[in-house]
């Protein structure tokens, strides 16, 4: 008793929300493979919680690629090659198509076969052999999808994969339904990924953590409102071989291989959590030129680079907004201009 006692007294500090204790209310539940905090304050934040969460869980029950179920498992076992789909799956697989082809392929929903070699939703991971590589990769390209009016033609062989995306829009959803139900004050964190609705009830922004991708804790914190901080980086989901040498989950396309490339986290930061997501993933890929010049070239975002030798770099629209814990590094971070 105690202990929660404990730690109720903490959360009531972090999440800041002030005022009466009964108008601050906190979910948690695990969902969509991570744990989900949801914080919500004002009269609303009760009924508004328990709808967002149940959005978040019909998202899943519609994307998750393992669950027999889902709409995606029903595409990728299914036999013909147009098939009908839903709302969600039209809205976060059209957007994953349309930034496949802005990014160059950076992102690519159909890399599903490949990512499934590796193990990546499995208990057990490993190197795949060279010949697995080529026949997975063989049945990959996101060219070959064309969605249209809620039919998605997908050619035989062909297996999607929304994990880039799905989670940053389920906090964009879930963001949506608070909203809707009069929430003005929320902070929804889907297993690091943060949908931040408004600002704390005392008006001051939200104060957001980004974790160091190579130690345990922060690197540094972000003040916002309205938007949401999605992250793609090295640490989320790797294994190590017999050799000793790490993996990630975050494939680059063009190899079939974890992307390598001095980058070790991207944090995207914009009003539209799918976009976010999804752009998290490709920038990683893409790494820091790259991303940068995309950066530059589109806009509409902003992001948080950290790199190998902890080196930061962060858009011009975060420079007030993010600092760097001296304790990652004594550097500051460098801010990247149009
Ligand atoms: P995220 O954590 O949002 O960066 O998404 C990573 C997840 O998306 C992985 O666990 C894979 O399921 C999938 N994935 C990995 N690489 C890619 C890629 N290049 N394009 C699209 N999805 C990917
Ligand atoms: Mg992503």
């Given at each position: ?30 969902a969509m ?21 149940a959005r978040i869980r019909q998202i899943e029950s519609e994307l998750s ?5 889902s ?17 969600d799956m039209?809205e976060t ?69 929304l994990?880039?995306?799905g989670k940053?829009y389920a906090g964009r959803e879930a ?164």
């Amino acid at each position: 008793m105690k202990l929660w006692a404990g730690l109720l007294a903490l959360c009531l500090v972090l999440t800041g929300c002030s005022g009466h204790a009964e108008e601050k209310q906190r979910r948690s539940f695990f969902a969509m493979d991570t744990y989900m905090t949801m914080t919500a304050c004002g009269p609303e934040a009760e009924a508004g919680l328990k709808s967002a969460e149940a959005r978040i869980r019909q998202i899943e029950s519609e994307l998750s690629v393992t669950d027999p179920g889902s709409e995606v498992y029903r595409v990728n076992h299914g036999s013909g090659t147009d098939i009908p789909v839903g709302k969600d799956m039209e809205e976060t697989l059209g957007t994953a198509l349309a930034l496949a082809e802005e990014t160059g392929g950076a992102l690519d929903p159909t890399l599903y076969p490949v990512v499934e070699a590796w193990g990546f939703t499995r208990e057990r991971q490993q190197v795949p052999a060279d010949e697995t590589l080529r026949e997975t990769m063989a049945r990959t390209g996101w060219e070959r999808l064309r969605l249209s009016e809620g039919t998605l033609h997908r050619p035989e062989g062909m297996e999607i994969d929304l994990g880039a995306v799905g989670k940053g829009y389920a906090g964009r959803e879930a963001g949506r339904v608070l909203r809707a139900h009069g929430v003005t004050s929320a902070i929804l964190s889907l297993g690091g990924n943060i949908e931040a609705v408004g600002a704390r009830p005392d008006g001051t922004p939200w104060r957001v953590g980004i974790r160091a991708p190579d130690a345990e804790g922060h690197a540094g914190m972000l003040s916002v409102r309205d938007a949401a901080v999605v992250t793609s980086g090295s640490y989320e989901r790797y294994f190590t071989d017999d050799s000793g040498k790490r993996w990630h989950h975050i494939l680059d396309p063009a190899s079939g291989y974890p992307a390598e490339n001095g980058l070790l986290s991207v944090t995207v930061v914009g009003p539209d959590g799918l976009l976010c997501d999804g752009l998290s993933t490709a920038l990683f890929v893409m790494g820091r030129d790259k991303a940068e010049a995309f950066w530059r070239a589109h806009g509409g975002f902003e992001m948080i680079l950290i790199g190998e030798g902890r080196h930061i770099t962060v858009t011009e629209g975060l420079a007030e907004r993010f600092t760097v814990l001296p304790e990652y590094t004594a550097e500051k971070a460098e801010v990247l201009r149009r």
